[in-house]
């Protein structure tokens, strides 16, 4: 089981701390990330709301990276938004299991609807959902009881869920902006290439956060 | 870093109408502009839904002025990308820049997708100015998702301004701590810098996030027993007659475009 640190933080289980890195982040091998508590279902109020300000944290950084990518290429594709919204999504669905993946993954389409941040935002339902969803059956295959993930678990993760999540922005693209299919090929691997490198942050944050103590709590 | 979502209140017309018959304003608006792509009539569609929201809504486009604006460059992006790829036969190339050529037709589309889009999130726009977030959560409690979850909308919306003055106040702390890129006037480092604040905004509200969820318990919020609100949703005459001139909106839409052919942009 894991143990709270001096700091309050969580120090991985005894018997793979020969492959933890805990400390500062990103390490040089990005080791693994310590052990928690990990539910497919909860249903805890407290897990609710800590999935819900994870959420909003998510929109606040949708609203700045949504608008830059309206700025910069129309919003055609959310381009930064797909490289940032691993940071929250995956966070989301690996340590709140699947309401927290949900909750994460719709509450910031609502707010981008509303908020008419990006052309795309009523399929980030969809594009949110695919990612994050997947992610948590993900953990789920590959978490156990004791032990943290690894890099290469999460990244694998990522990997094969992020082309779901673009599946629905090729949908608009072919059927709203009438693209022609080699420009809808160029988006598709443009924002499959921005989402993958999103892992390099996603993947130091959620290990941040789990060595910070705030997600046992 | 200012927050779009603004509900500008008032006592208008759009303001006292039930959020669902308003969003079937919002359905209708859509199947107009979803099915259409003669530029005319998207541009009629575009002007009309200012029109709606100054009339009808009280808010004047002066007010959302720079929502106007952030259109222009996705406007522009699709009708380059169309005119430069899109030549059906018949298309004639209208504008030449080296080898790149933008054909009339392919820039005509672009401009009918770019002023769709457009108006797409303009219409969601006059939605969240004329909708406070209380009546979001009413308004989805209403058609049938559980009050644990439609809560949270409303939650979510009360709460978004908060989590940016976070963010906005964990900046200017770095900045005083001088950090170099939170402050630059250079657009690229000011955004490098915003991954090392995110941390802090996670960590901070998720710490907060378990006396939220005390308190809410304490509430009742979750309990299996049927909730009453003091303040609750009713469906009135107007609402009903919204109702009734949006599905006629979108009868006659769908009927004009499936059945006459007319809105079809041809080369």
Redesign the interface.
């Known amino acids: 089981m894991s143990q709270p640190t001096e700091s309050g933080g969580i120090q991985a289980s005894s018997h793979n701390t020969g492959k933890a890195a805990p400390g500062p982040l990103p390490d040089k091998y990005y080791g693994q990330l310590p052990d928690w508590e990990f539910n497919l279902w909860p249903s805890r109020t407290a897990v609710i709301m800590a999935a819900l300000f994870l959420a909003l944290g998510f929109t606040v950084n949708m609203q700045i990276t949504e608008r830059i990518d309206t700025i910069m290429w129309g919003g055609i594709s959310p381009l930064w938004g797909l490289f940032f919204f691993a940071l929250w999504n995956a966070s989301g669905a690996m340590f709140f299991g699947l309401p927290g993946a949900l909750i994460v993954a719709n509450v910031n389409p609502i707010v981008a609807n509303l908020t008419a941040t990006n052309p795309l935002a009523p399929v980030f339902f969809a594009t949110n959902s695919l990612y994050a969803v997947p992610m948590a059956f993900w953990t789920w295959y590959f978490k156990e009881e004791g032990e943290g993930l690894t890099f290469f678990q999460v990244a694998s993760a990522h990997v094969l869920s992020i082309p779901l999540a673009v599946v629905p922005l090729a949908f608009v693209w072919i059927f709203v902006l009438q693209l022609t299919p080699p420009v809808v090929a160029m988006w598709f691997a443009a924002s499959c290439i921005a989402g993958w490198l999103g892992i390099l942050i996603a993947y130091p944050f959620a290990k941040k956060l789990l060595a910070s103590g705030v997600i046992q709590q | ?1 200012q ?3 603004q509900f500008s209140g008032g006592d208008s017309f759009l303001h006292r109408v039930d959020p669902r018959a308003k969003f079937l304003v919002v359905l209708a608006v859509l199947s107009f502009v ?1 099915l259409f792509e003669d530029p005319v009539f998207l541009a009629t569609a575009f002007v009309t839904v200012i029109a709606i929201i100054w009339v009808l809504g009280g808010i004047p486009p002066t007010e959302y002025f720079t ?1 106007l604006l ?1 259109f222009t ?6 009708a380059l ?2 005119g430069l ?2 030549r059906p036969p018949g298309a004639e190339i209208v504008v030449a820049l080296g080898p790149a050529g933008f054909s009339d037709y392919g820039l005509l ?1 672009g401009l009918s ?2 002023l ?3 108006t ?3 219409t ?2 006059m ?2 100015m004329t909708t406070t977030p209380k009546d ?1 959560g009413l308004g989805l409690n209403k058609v049938g998702i559980p009050f ?2 439609a809560y ?2 409303t ?3 009360r ?2 301004p908060l ?2 003055e976070d ?1 906005r106040t964990i900046q200017n702390a770095r900045a005083v701590r001088g950090d170099p890129d939170v402050g630059s006037k250079n657009l690229f480092r000011r ?1 490098k810098s ?2 090392m604040s ?2 802090p ?3 901070n ?6 006396e ?3 308190a ?2 304490l509430r009742g ?2 309990a299996d027993i049927e909730r009453t609100t003091v303040y609750d949703l009713s469906l009135e005459a107007r609402d009903y007659a919204t109702t009734v001139v949006c599905l006629a909106v979108i009868g006659i839409v769908v009927y004009a475009r499936v059945v006459l052919g007319i809105g079809l942009l041809t080369p």
């Open positions: 870093m927050s779009l979502f979803l929502l952030a460059p996705l406007i522009l992006a699709v990308i169309q790829t899109y589309l997708i770019g769709r889009l457009a797409m999130g303009l969601f726009m939605f969240s979001v644990k979850y949270l909308a939650f979510g919306l709460f978004l989590m940016q963010l955004f915003l991954p995110f941390f905004l996670a960590a509200s998720l710490r907060q996030s378990s939220t969820a005390k809410l318990e919020y979750g």
